[in-house]
Nanobody, 124 residues
Framework: QVQLVESGGGSVRAGGSLRLSCAASGYTYSPNCMGWFRQAPGKEREGVAAIYAGGGRRYYADSVKGRFTISQDNAKKTVYLQMNSLKPEDTAMYYC?????????????????WGQGTQVTVSS
């Protein structure tokens, strides 16, 4: 049974940094794709970043390009999201996703497995 466990959320001031981690267990091999999504109160869940196994292609939402970096430790089956220059609008519950079934990484319905989420709060 695949499980994803996120950690690293918290509260920071604007301009600060946080690093989220997502450890995957239950996989025989590393997932083909892992991603981060976020959902703010009253808003839809949106894709933030994704990284593909193999070539390590990385993709980002326009709103976080240049500030967030996704990386992966294949041996540990862990994906990270380094978040710098945080803004109040980054405040959300952040979710890890793994196992892209088909389609774009931006589509939450395209991922097979989800973590429980970790809260990120950025104050001005």
């Amino acid at each position: 049974q695949v499980q994803l466990v996120e950690s690293g959320g918290g509260s920071v001031r604007a301009g600060g940094s946080l690093r989220l981690s997502c450890a995957a267990s239950g996989y025989t091999y590393s997932p083909n794709c892992m991603g981060w999504f976020r959902q703010a109160p009253g808003k839809e869940r949106e894709g933030v970043a994704a990284i593909y196994a193999g070539g390590g292609r990385r993709y980002y939402a326009d709103s976080v390009k240049g500030r967030f970096t996704i990386s992966q430790d294949n041996a540990k089956k862990t994906v990270y999201l380094q978040m710098n220059s945080l803004k109040p609008e980054d405040t959300a519950m952040y979710y890890c996703a793994a196992g892209l079934i088909s389609g774009s990484w931006r589509g939450e319905m395209n991922f097979a497995y989800w973590g429980q989420g970790t809260q990120v709060t950025v104050s001005s």
